[in-house]
């Protein structure tokens, strides 16, 4: 997968994706970024978790745990 501090939308992982399928790739590429939302000030910690891009979150996805 690709984790993105970002908006998913026109993130590297949204370009990566396109280039990878427009040349053939078989595949399953995932992108988890931002979704195209306002995120309010808060700590670095809790803003990650609350877009679940904090370690655990990432764990959980890598592990298939959860859709991510």
């Known amino acids: 997968p690709s984790f993105e501090e970002t908006e998913k939308s026109g993130s590297i992982g949204e370009h990566l994706s ?7 790739f078989k595949g399953e590429f995932k992108t988890k970024a931002i979704d195209n939302k306002f995120v309010p000030s808060s700590t ?6 609350s877009n679940g891009l904090d370690s655990a979150s990432m764990i959980k996805i890598i592990n298939g745990e959860n859709n991510g």
Do not use: H, R, Y
């Not at 396109?18 to 053939?24: H, I, R």
């Not at 670095?44 to 978790?49: E, F, I």
């Open 44 to 49: 670095v910690g809790s803003a990650l978790a």
């Open 18 to 24: 396109a280039l990878l399928f427009e040349n053939g």
